[in-house]
């Protein structure tokens, strides 16, 4: 079973920066997407960025847009997630995902598509246990 584990997370002050990383236990198929995700206190978790890993597609939220940058690695089964300009709003439980096609049919329309534009959780049946953000003013 694919396990995700993330790192980096941790306390900077307002305008900060922060480096995530998610590690995978195995190989991620060329077909699968990988995902970042936060959910603060009393709020519904949030899609953030998405990245294809077969290709360099990458899609964001508006929230966070030309402040974080996801990238990955896949010869260190790694993704990252870059984040700029902090700011408090930023402070959550940060966690990555992968949405790994489990079908033919499905693998293929990933190929076929060479993107993951969809940012919410539903479909992202692998998740790490998260790493905490704290952004102080």
């Known amino acids: 079973q694919l396990q995700l584990v993330e790192s980096g997370g941790g306390s900077v002050q307002s305008g900060g920066s922060l480096k995530l990383s998610c590690t995978a236990s195995e190989d991620i198929s060329i077909s699968a997407c990988m995902g970042w995700f936060r959910q603060a206190a009393g709020r519904e978790r949030e899609g953030l960025a998405t990245?294809?890993?077969?290709?360099?597609?990458?899609h964001y939220a508006n929230s966070v847009k030309g402040r974080f940058t996801i990238s990955r690695d896949n010869s260190k089964r790694t993704v990252f997630l870059q984040m700029n300009g902090l700011v408090p709003e930023d402070a959550a439980m940060y966690y990555c995902a992968a949405d790994v096609p489990d079908n033919n049919k499905n693998i293929l329309s990933r190929l076929l598509a060479g993107s993951c534009p969809e940012l919410g959780p539903d479909g992202y049946g692998y998740w790490g246990q998260g790493t905490q953000v704290t952004v102080s003013s």
């Open positions: 990245i294809y890993i077969g290709g360099n597609t990458t």
